[in-house]
């Protein structure tokens, strides 16, 4: 049968058909097919990948859920965590590659939560969690200030004052 009369037979695209086709000839395989041919070893022979199978990375990747928890903590970023896994794998992913898979485990984390905040409704507070050191030009005593913070919901307005 013509390619076209298969895929008005079957009610498929004649370029489903014609893939069909060069895969059993890549697989060579012909018709009658052997009787011990069992349905799976078929599929493994016509959808068999060459190289590497998808999904499966070839460099070593850190643990991105503990990345994540790691990123929270005060004064952790992205390039330290990154330097850190390549002085583990010297021949790991680049920072870029590494960013974008870090990125990728993210976006499947949580889903976006949209808020509405009506004007002047609501403004959050607190303190930034670090301590900077202020240092008296004319006497030279270092004290410790924290960066208190507060932002308005509807603007983002942000006002921050060391305390």
């Known amino acids: 049968m013509s390619v076209r009369d298969i895929a008005d037979l079957l009610g498929i695209a004649r370029s489903t058909v014609q893939d069909g086709i060069g895969r059993a000839a890549t697989a060579g395989l012909s018709w009658p097919l052997p009787a011990d041919l069992t349905d799976d070893v078929l ?22 859920s503990v990345i994540a ?11 330290i965590l990154w330097e850190e896994y390549r002085a583990i794998h010297p021949d790991g992913y680049g920072f870029s590659r590494f960013c974008d ?6 976006r ?6 949209r808020q509405i ?3 002047g409704d609501k403004v959050f507070v607190d303190y930034s969690g670090k301590k900077l050191p ?18 308005l919901g509807a603007s983002s307005y942000a006002f921050a004052e060391a305390t």
């Not at 599929?43 to 991105?64: I, S």
């Not at 008296?136 to 208190?148: L, M, N, P, S």
């Open 117 to 119: 905040h009506i004007a």
């Open 108 to 113: 499947r984390l949580t889903p976006t939560m």
């Open 69 to 79: 928890v790691e990123l929270k903590k005060p004064g952790v970023t992205l390039t």
């Open 134 to 151: 202020i240092v008296d030009r004319k006497t030279g005593e270092i004290r410790e200030a924290e960066i208190f913070v507060g932002v």
């Open 43 to 64: 599929e493994g022979k016509l959808f068999a990948r060459q190289g590497t199978k998808q999904g499966v990375r070839r460099l070593p990747e850190p643990d991105w």
């Open 101 to 106: 898979l870090f990125r990728g485990f993210e």
